[in-house]
């Protein structure tokens, strides 16, 4: 069965960086887009960034230059880099898997996603 195992969650300072990890397992890793999304308290889950492929990586623009997202296809595993962070970012952080069928255009559709992670909270304290 598909599996997506987050980590590396925490809390720290305005300025710091953070690197998430999501797992997979259940299926072959290299044949979909790994997306990541997040939910703040109150607001609704929000587009982060997603990895058609290693070469095909979409982001949000509230992220865009300081969030870094990677694949590691041999691990099975999909990062997110997070440097600046900022206040604002402290949210529930989670990972996502495609469908078979995928358009990059919606990538910011959460209805395009699958599987679900089961989240990791990053808090960022001013």
């Known amino acids: 069965q598909v599996q997506l195992v987050v980590s590396g969650g925490g809390l720290v300072q305005a300025g710091s960086s953070l690197r998430l990890s999501c797992a997979a397992s259940g299926f072959t890793f290299s044949n979909y887009a790994m997306a990541w999304f997040r939910q703040a308290p109150g607001k609704e889950r929000e587009f982060v960034g997603v990895?058609?492929?290693?070469?095909?990586?979409v982001y949000a623009d509230s992220v865009k230059g300081r969030f870094t997202i990677s694949r590691d296809n041999a691990e099975n595993t999909v990062y997110l880099q997070m440097d600046s962070l900022e206040p604002e970012d402290t949210a529930v952080y989670y990972c996502?898997?495609?469908?078979?069928?995928?358009?990059?255009?919606?990538?910011?559709?959460?209805?395009?996603?699958?599987?679900w992670g089961q989240g990791t909270q990053v808090t960022v304290s001013s």
């Open positions: 996502a898997r495609s469908g078979v069928v995928y358009d990059i255009a919606r990538a910011s559709d959460a209805r395009l996603y699958q599987y």
């Open positions: 990895s058609r492929n290693s070469n095909t990586i």
